[in-house]
């Protein structure tokens, strides 16, 4: 089962920042909080992870709690083509299983004019 | 960066045969990649793990002889839905971490259309 919950959809308006929360609550030490998005039809894209420290990328940024039990996606300047669904993923850590990314629902964004 | 290929992109296929999907690492080695099925307006659902040199694992509920996989090596996995359904029409799309350590980007597939008429 998936280690996060997202909420089901969120709606953004564009050009304002989108934040899109998780929780994690279950989270091993070791284990990496990773996002991705979905466009329809299309392979899941990469979009940034991180354990413990705050990561940022020409994409977005990765806001993580202290207690690493939740954390935040934030893309800081919304466009209509960042409608997608949003996935946070805990990475399961270590071996030959560690890559295996278990999907929950994810979050539906709808950036809107 | 590192990129991962899957082709075909789209198939369609008469039910009773078997249909070969592949996953290419490109410009990286991957001891392992992943296979997700995908139904429409729902989420990846996990179905196997690969492994170069060694039978892969599958998740609960996936057949392995329905769903046969085969790492030949460490840029290439391939995907055969053997006597293939109706039911069977699915989005499916690989995944490959690059080999050591577990803070590695893991980049996906575009995907392989299967239709089963």
């Known amino acids: 089962d998936a280690k996060t919950t997202q909420p089901p959809s969120m709606d953004c308006a564009e050009g304002r920042a989108a934040n899109l929360p998780c929780n994690h609550s279950?989270?091993?030490?070791?284990?990496?909080v990773y996002w991705y998005r979905q466009i329809h039809s299309q392979g899941p894209q990469y979009i940034i992870h991180g354990l413990k420290n705050n990561e940022t990328n020409e994409m977005a940024s990765l806001i993580i709690t202290e207690d690493r039990k939740s954390s935040t996606l934030i893309l800081p300047h919304a466009t209509l083509r960042d409608t997608a669904v949003y996935y946070c993923i805990v990475r399961v850590a270590g071996g030959n299983q560690g890559g295996k990314l278990i999907f929950g629902q994810g979050t539906e964004l709808s950036v809107k004019p | 960066g590192a990129v991962v290929s899957q082709h075909p992109s789209w198939v369609i296929c008469k039910s009773g045969t078997s249909v070969k999907i592949e996953c290419r690492s490109l410009d990286f080695q991957a001891t392992t990649m992943f296979w997700y099925r995908q139904f429409p307006k729902q989420s990846l659902m996990l179905m196997a793990t690969s492994n170069e040199g060694s039978k892969a694992t599958y998740e609960q509920g996936v057949e392995k002889d329905k769903f046969l996989i085969n790492h030949a090596s460490l840029t290439l996995s391939t995907l055969t839905v053997t006597s293939a359904h109706p039911e069977d029409s699915s989005f499916y799309i690989c995944s490959a971490p690059p080999s050591g350590g577990s803070g590695n980007t893991i980049y996906f597939g575009e995907g392989s259309w299967l239709t089963v008429v």
């Open positions: 279950t989270i091993s030490g070791n284990e990496y």
